[in-house]
């Protein structure tokens, strides 16, 4: 089963959390035949409907997938949208340090005197201010694909002169999320169906003098991290790679991190009905509240389509080990 084998593959970091100790230790002892992976995840576990706090049970699917851009270590006309480093003069704090309620949330910001301000916004940084200049990892040739490599938080680059690198969400600027296909809708530039990655991109080739205050309307901006490719997925959030299919970003807040999910939603632009049991493998900056996920696509242009179509109303419920210390919010078992 492959989400059993999603969920094991978690357990590498889960094993070290007492709350999942024993989970995880059944799990490495359960057997490999499908009634077998059926009982563990029956009798292991208790699920709980995951509900928004007006205690409605449906929310927003959307998907995500690995893009896959074109770059070059050394910047040139062709070559000329860097991708950054974390700069050193973003400060993060960690505000469950001192505030336990507000567990897994982060401050961002800059030192102005002896004050810590906000820090730079996208078209800040695209300007040259702040600390970014210099902490260039790469250069790659279309500010689209750099923008949605933003969006999806992790991606492949193919070099140039031959070879492939991976990059991985490293750190955020601090600034909420803002979709430019709905600011595209809402001007009327788009219809609803067409604010997909696919019609922002053909939408931006139709413009490109507009393009640049388009994509500054989201002051959100990623900072990456480079990694070998080493044929598995990109890292998420729980620290391992995630399972095409199978990984499901998430609230933690809402969803503990590792946990199996059963996602009962519908395949993109369809109503063609996907139930599957999923893993909280990630998190994204637009992934916020109860009933919010996204589907993890995979890599490359088919992938890049089906996340691209992804928009669908769906329904989700938490797996928790018996006697796990936490229920999602507004349980409801």
């Not at 094991?8 to 989970?23: A, F, I, S």
């Not at 490495?28 to 995840?41: K, N, T, V």
């Not at 810590?116 to 790659?140: Q, T």
């Not at 509240?289 to 992938?303: C, K």
Request: with cysteine; aromatic share 10%; net charge neutral.
């Amino acid at each position: 089963m492959d989400a059993f084998a999603t969920f094991l593959h978690g357990c590498t970091v889960l094993k070290n959390k007492p709350e999942w100790q024993k989970t995880c230790a059944d799990a490495a002892d359960a057997g490999r035949d499908d009634a077998s992976l059926r009982r563990f995840f029956e009798t292991g576990f208790t699920p709980y409907a995951v509900v928004n706090p007006d205690g409605s049970a449906e929310g927003m699917m959307t998907g995500y997938y690995e893009p896959v851009l074109r770059g070059s270590r050394k910047q040139s006309p062709q070559y000329r949208y860097p991708v950054f480093a974390v700069p050193e003069d973003l400060l993060v704090v960690e505000l469950g340090d001192a505030y336990p309620d507000l567990k897994n949330l982060r401050l961002r910001g800059r030192v102005d005197g002896r004050r810590v301000v906000p820090y730079y916004s996208r078209a800040d940084i695209e300007s040259g201010k702040g600390g970014a200049a210099g902490r260039e990892i790469l250069w790659v040739d279309d500010a689209v694909d750099l923008f949605f490599l933003q969006i999806q938080g992790s991606g492949r680059v193919l070099l140039d002169g031959g070879g492939v690198v991976r990059l991985s969400y490293a750190e955020q600027n601090g600034y909420p999320y803002r979709s430019v296909g709905r600011l595209l809708v809402e001007r009327g530039e788009l219809t609803l169906d067409q604010a997909s990655m696919q019609g922002i991109k053909a939408w931006g080739a139709r413009n490109p003098d507009k393009l640049p205050e388009l994509l500054n309307s989201n002051a959100s901006y990623v900072f990456f991290r480079e990694l070998p490719v080493d044929g598995t997925g990109p890292p998420g959030a729980l620290g391992v790679p995630v399972t095409p299919g199978r990984t499901l970003a998430v609230d933690p807040r809402v969803v503990p991190l590792g946990a199996p999910v059963f996602l009962s939603t519908s395949w993109p632009n369809s109503t063609l009905p996907l139930n599957r049991l999923m893993v909280a493998q990630d998190t994204g900056g637009a992934i916020k509240g109860a009933v919010r996920a996204d589907f993890f696509w995979g890599s490359g242009d088919d992938a890049a389509a089906q996340a691209g179509r992804m928009r669908q109303s769906g329904r989700m419920w938490v797996l928790l080990p018996n006697g796990f210390p936490r229920t999602p919010a507004a349980p409801n078992p």
